[in-house]
């Protein structure tokens, strides 16, 4: 069984720095593309952050050149480097992301359980 088991949220000040992580656990998992979402307290749940599984990304507007994606080169693990934090970005954090399991043809979609960041002084 698949799961992908997220770590890294916490309290932040205005102008700093978390790293979340996403990892995928079971047996032979592969990570395809993987996604970042979060979602605040009274809004939508919103796409931050997209890497495939050749390196391209993607961000959000409101994240371009503070946030960074990447994942691990044996394609189980995902990250989030989050700099210059501001009050706005503080959410529920969740991963996204589409796994080949085993043998399988095409990937199947899974969801971690979402990590809280906030910004805060």
């Known amino acids: 069984q698949v799961q992908l088991v997220e770590s890294g949220g916490g309290l932040a000040q205005p102008g700093g720095s978390l790293r979340l992580s996403c990892t995928a656990s079971g047996t032979s998992v592969s990570i395809n593309t993987l996604n970042w979402y979060r979602q605040a307290p009274g809004k939508q749940r919103e796409l931050v952050a997209s890497?495939?599984?050749?390196?391209?990304?993607v961000y959000a507007d409101s994240v371009k050149g503070r946030f960074t994606i990447f994942r691990s080169g044996d394609n189980k693990a995902g990250y989030l480097q989050m700099d210059s934090l501001r009050p706005e970005d503080t959410a529920v954090y969740y991963c996204?992301?589409?796994?080949?399991?085993?043998?399988?043809?095409?990937?199947?979609?899974?969801w971690g359980q979402g990590t809280q960041v906030t910004v805060s002084s």
């Open positions: 890497i495939t599984r050749p390196g391209i990304t």
């Open positions: 996204k992301a589409d796994v080949f399991v085993g043998r399988d043809s095409y990937p199947a979609d899974y």
